[in-house]
Structure formats: structure tokens, C-alpha cells
């Protein structure tokens, strides 16, 4: 196993035990109302949920980014 390999693990660990302690933690309802939906959920899952929209949508803006700037330099 190469270091980056082992490195990514590691990070992927890491990531687990903060998203689980964070979930433990954080034990207080928050009332989400969404137009139509209303919805009672604990902060832990809010906070990681909004985080992954975060990330995901940067991703798919980067992936659009970049794929726009290749064709450009063609």
C-alpha cells in the first residue's frame, strides 16, 4: 500500500470519527421549515447535511469550470 493510499485512509477515519462524534453530540432538535415541509431533525445531521450540499455543489461548479476553461484554450 503506497503512501497516498494510506494517507487517504487515514483521512477517511478521520472524517468518520468526527462525523460520528458530531452526531453525538449535538442531540438538540432544530425545526426546518422548507416552504412545504416542515421537518424536526437533530443539529448533528443538519450540520453534516448542509456540509455535503456544500461540498457537492463546489464540486459539480469546479467540474463545470474547469470543463469550460479546457475548451477554451483548444
Known sequence: MGFSNTLLLILTILVGIYSFVLLSLNKSIVHLDLLFLELDL???YVILWSALFGILTTAVLELIFFCT????DE
Open 42 to 44: 437533530q443539529l448533528g
Open 69 to 72: 476553461k479546457s475548451k477554451k
